[in-house]
Protein backbone atom coordinates (compact mmCIF):
# COMPACT_ATOMS: atom_id res chain seq x y z
CA UNK A 1 0.00 0.00 0.00
CA UNK A 2 1.14 3.64 -0.59
CA UNK A 3 1.94 5.84 2.11
CA UNK A 4 1.02 8.77 0.34
CA UNK A 5 -2.34 8.59 -1.71
CA UNK A 6 -3.48 11.00 -4.29
CA UNK A 7 -6.57 11.60 -6.17
CA UNK A 8 -7.93 11.64 -8.27
CA UNK A 9 -6.08 9.18 -10.36
CA UNK A 10 -6.62 11.18 -13.82
CA UNK A 11 -8.38 14.29 -14.35
CA UNK A 12 -9.53 15.97 -17.47
CA UNK A 13 -10.72 19.70 -17.52
CA UNK A 14 -11.89 22.21 -20.22
CA UNK A 15 -9.52 25.26 -20.26
CA UNK A 16 -10.53 27.96 -18.31
CA UNK A 17 -12.12 25.64 -15.28
CA UNK A 18 -11.02 25.48 -11.50
CA UNK A 19 -9.85 21.65 -10.44
CA UNK A 20 -7.95 20.51 -6.63
CA UNK A 21 -5.98 17.10 -6.70
CA UNK A 22 -5.63 15.88 -2.61
CA UNK A 23 -2.38 14.15 -1.06
CA UNK A 24 -3.19 12.14 2.13
CA UNK A 25 -1.17 10.30 4.19
CA UNK A 26 -1.34 7.52 7.11
CA UNK A 27 1.45 9.37 9.02
CA UNK A 28 1.79 13.35 10.00
CA UNK A 29 3.59 15.13 7.40
CA UNK A 30 6.75 17.34 8.77
CA UNK A 31 7.40 18.42 4.92
CA UNK A 32 4.67 18.35 1.86
CA UNK A 33 6.22 18.78 -1.48
CA UNK A 34 4.87 19.36 -4.90
CA UNK A 35 5.91 18.14 -8.21
CA UNK A 36 4.96 18.97 -12.25
CA UNK A 37 6.11 16.51 -14.42
CA UNK A 38 5.33 16.96 -17.92
CA UNK A 39 5.62 13.54 -20.18
CA UNK A 40 9.00 12.79 -21.09
CA UNK A 41 10.47 15.47 -18.83
CA UNK A 42 12.03 15.34 -15.00
CA UNK A 43 10.53 16.93 -12.22
CA UNK A 44 9.70 20.22 -11.63
CA UNK A 45 9.15 21.58 -7.99
CA UNK A 46 6.71 23.34 -7.53
CA UNK A 47 6.31 24.60 -3.10
CA UNK A 48 6.73 22.69 -0.09
CA UNK A 49 4.70 22.85 2.68
CA UNK A 50 5.71 22.60 6.66
CA UNK A 51 3.02 23.94 8.94
CA UNK A 52 -0.07 22.87 9.73
CA UNK A 53 -2.91 25.05 7.88
CA UNK A 54 0.20 26.13 5.77
CA UNK A 55 -0.96 27.89 2.39
CA UNK A 56 1.44 28.87 -0.67
CA UNK A 57 0.46 30.36 -4.00
CA UNK A 58 2.50 31.14 -7.28
CA UNK A 59 0.64 32.28 -10.32
CA UNK A 60 -2.40 30.41 -10.51
CA UNK A 61 -1.62 27.40 -8.24
CA UNK A 62 -2.01 27.09 -4.75
CA UNK A 63 -1.32 24.41 -2.20
CA UNK A 64 -2.76 24.13 1.43
CA UNK A 65 -1.54 21.68 4.01
CA UNK A 66 -4.38 20.97 6.51
CA UNK A 67 -3.70 21.58 10.37
CA UNK A 68 -3.57 18.01 11.31
CA UNK A 69 -0.41 17.82 8.85
CA UNK A 70 -1.68 14.39 6.64
CA UNK A 71 -3.41 15.98 4.08
CA UNK A 72 -2.81 18.69 1.27
CA UNK A 73 -4.38 20.05 -2.16
CA UNK A 74 -3.04 21.80 -4.75
CA UNK A 75 -5.71 23.90 -6.46
CA UNK A 76 -5.35 25.74 -9.79
CA UNK A 77 -7.52 28.51 -10.68
CA UNK A 78 -9.01 28.83 -14.62
CA UNK A 79 -6.37 25.87 -15.85
CA UNK A 80 -4.97 26.24 -19.03
CA UNK A 81 -3.31 23.95 -21.10
CA UNK A 82 0.13 24.26 -20.19
CA UNK A 83 -0.85 22.73 -16.49
CA UNK A 84 -1.37 19.49 -18.18
CA UNK A 85 1.16 17.41 -16.55
CA UNK A 86 1.24 14.84 -13.86
CA UNK A 87 1.57 16.14 -10.06
CA UNK A 88 3.31 14.46 -7.82
CA UNK A 89 3.54 14.80 -3.87
CA UNK A 90 6.22 13.66 -2.10
CA UNK A 91 6.42 13.90 1.30
CA UNK A 92 9.26 14.19 4.46
CA UNK A 93 8.15 11.77 7.44
CA UNK A 94 11.29 12.84 9.65
CA UNK A 95 10.22 15.06 12.57
CA UNK A 96 11.85 17.95 13.41
CA UNK A 97 15.22 17.77 15.30
CA UNK A 98 15.91 14.55 13.76
CA UNK A 99 18.74 13.45 11.48
CA UNK A 100 18.45 11.00 8.89
CA UNK A 101 16.72 8.09 7.42
CA UNK A 102 15.42 7.50 4.07
CA UNK A 103 12.22 8.58 4.94
CA UNK A 104 11.00 10.48 1.75
CA UNK A 105 8.25 9.21 -0.01
CA UNK A 106 5.55 10.28 -2.73
CA UNK A 107 2.14 9.79 -3.99
CA UNK A 108 0.90 7.93 -7.41
CA UNK A 109 0.77 10.75 -9.23
CA UNK A 110 -2.49 12.39 -10.81
CA UNK A 111 -2.28 13.02 -14.35
CA UNK A 112 -3.37 16.35 -15.27
CA UNK A 113 -5.58 16.78 -19.00
CA UNK A 114 -6.51 20.36 -19.71
CA UNK A 115 -8.73 20.45 -23.00
CA UNK A 116 -8.79 24.24 -25.26
CA UNK B 1 26.59 24.63 -10.99
CA UNK B 2 25.30 21.40 -12.68
CA UNK B 3 23.60 19.96 -9.68
CA UNK B 4 22.34 16.53 -10.63
CA UNK B 5 23.44 14.73 -13.73
CA UNK B 6 22.03 11.97 -15.03
CA UNK B 7 23.25 9.92 -17.96
CA UNK B 8 22.21 8.60 -20.06
CA UNK B 9 18.67 10.04 -20.79
CA UNK B 10 17.02 7.61 -23.38
CA UNK B 11 18.50 3.96 -24.09
CA UNK B 12 17.02 0.66 -25.47
CA UNK B 13 18.65 -2.64 -24.25
CA UNK B 14 18.09 -6.36 -25.20
CA UNK B 15 17.01 -8.23 -22.39
CA UNK B 16 20.25 -9.93 -20.80
CA UNK B 17 22.33 -7.05 -21.42
CA UNK B 18 24.16 -5.13 -18.67
CA UNK B 19 24.39 -1.20 -18.57
CA UNK B 20 24.81 1.01 -15.71
CA UNK B 21 23.46 4.45 -15.34
CA UNK B 22 25.44 7.33 -14.22
CA UNK B 23 24.72 9.60 -11.61
CA UNK B 24 27.08 12.47 -10.39
CA UNK B 25 26.17 15.60 -7.97
CA UNK B 26 28.40 18.62 -7.19
CA UNK B 27 26.68 20.17 -3.64
CA UNK B 28 28.71 17.86 -1.64
CA UNK B 29 25.17 16.36 -0.62
CA UNK B 30 25.98 12.68 1.63
CA UNK B 31 22.69 11.15 0.76
CA UNK B 32 21.87 10.19 -2.44
CA UNK B 33 18.82 8.07 -4.24
CA UNK B 34 17.77 5.55 -7.07
CA UNK B 35 14.34 6.01 -7.85
CA UNK B 36 12.13 4.47 -10.83
CA UNK B 37 8.62 5.74 -11.59
CA UNK B 38 5.81 3.55 -13.65
CA UNK B 39 2.42 4.52 -14.49
CA UNK B 40 0.48 4.68 -11.42
CA UNK B 41 2.66 3.92 -9.09
CA UNK B 42 4.53 7.04 -8.97
CA UNK B 43 7.96 7.19 -7.59
CA UNK B 44 9.67 3.84 -5.86
CA UNK B 45 13.07 3.77 -4.01
CA UNK B 46 15.86 1.42 -5.54
CA UNK B 47 18.50 2.23 -3.47
CA UNK B 48 20.11 4.75 -1.78
CA UNK B 49 23.43 5.96 -0.18
CA UNK B 50 23.93 7.63 3.29
CA UNK B 51 27.46 8.23 1.99
CA UNK B 52 31.08 7.40 0.40
CA UNK B 53 31.22 3.68 1.30
CA UNK B 54 27.23 2.73 2.30
CA UNK B 55 24.76 1.52 0.12
CA UNK B 56 21.36 0.25 1.74
CA UNK B 57 18.39 -1.22 -0.65
CA UNK B 58 15.23 0.70 -1.12
CA UNK B 59 11.67 -0.49 -1.35
CA UNK B 60 12.33 -2.57 -4.99
CA UNK B 61 16.17 -3.29 -5.11
CA UNK B 62 16.06 -6.46 -6.98
CA UNK B 63 18.01 -6.74 -10.37
CA UNK B 64 19.89 -3.17 -9.52
CA UNK B 65 23.19 -2.83 -7.91
CA UNK B 66 24.88 0.34 -6.56
CA UNK B 67 27.90 1.45 -5.14
CA UNK B 68 29.44 4.73 -3.70
CA UNK B 69 32.97 5.12 -3.86
CA UNK B 70 32.81 9.16 -3.94
CA UNK B 71 30.65 11.27 -2.56
CA UNK B 72 30.03 12.91 -6.00
CA UNK B 73 29.15 9.25 -8.00
CA UNK B 74 26.08 6.97 -7.26
CA UNK B 75 25.64 4.90 -10.70
CA UNK B 76 23.37 2.13 -10.80
CA UNK B 77 23.82 -0.95 -12.92
CA UNK B 78 21.40 -3.60 -14.37
CA UNK B 79 23.50 -6.68 -14.63
CA UNK B 80 21.01 -8.70 -17.19
CA UNK B 81 18.38 -6.86 -17.89
CA UNK B 82 14.86 -7.92 -17.90
CA UNK B 83 11.75 -6.08 -19.77
CA UNK B 84 10.31 -5.39 -16.24
CA UNK B 85 12.58 -3.03 -15.86
CA UNK B 86 11.40 -0.46 -18.84
CA UNK B 87 10.89 2.43 -17.08
CA UNK B 88 12.06 5.87 -16.21
CA UNK B 89 14.74 5.76 -13.57
CA UNK B 90 15.73 9.49 -11.47
CA UNK B 91 18.49 9.40 -9.56
CA UNK B 92 18.24 12.16 -6.33
CA UNK B 93 20.51 14.19 -4.01
CA UNK B 94 19.74 15.43 -0.47
CA UNK B 95 20.67 17.13 2.23
CA UNK B 96 19.11 17.44 5.80
CA UNK B 97 18.63 21.32 6.90
CA UNK B 98 18.77 20.60 10.68
CA UNK B 99 17.35 24.18 11.25
CA UNK B 100 14.37 24.19 9.01
CA UNK B 101 13.80 20.51 9.57
CA UNK B 102 13.59 20.02 5.97
CA UNK B 103 14.92 17.82 3.66
CA UNK B 104 16.46 19.87 0.28
CA UNK B 105 15.87 17.05 -2.77
CA UNK B 106 17.58 17.44 -5.39
CA UNK B 107 16.96 15.82 -8.72
CA UNK B 108 18.34 14.58 -12.20
CA UNK B 109 16.72 15.06 -15.53
CA UNK B 110 15.64 11.32 -16.09
CA UNK B 111 16.56 8.35 -17.93
CA UNK B 112 14.09 6.51 -20.42
CA UNK B 113 14.89 2.90 -20.31
CA UNK B 114 13.55 -0.08 -22.79
CA UNK B 115 13.92 -3.53 -22.21
CA UNK B 116 13.52 -5.35 -25.09
Known amino acids: SQELEQSPQSLIVQEGKNLTINCTSSKTLYGLYWYKQKYGEGLIFLMMLQKGGEEKSHEKITAKLDEKKQQSSLHITASQPSHAGIYLCGADHIPPGDNYGQNFVFGPGTRLSVLP | NAGVTQTPKFQVLKTGQSMTLQCAQD?????MSWYRQDPGMGLRLIHYSVGAGITDQGEVPNGYNVSRSTTEDFPLRLLSAAPSQTSVYFC???????????????FGEGSWLTVV
Open chain 2, 27 to 31: MNHEY
Open chain 2, 92 to 106: ASSYRNLTLSTTDIY
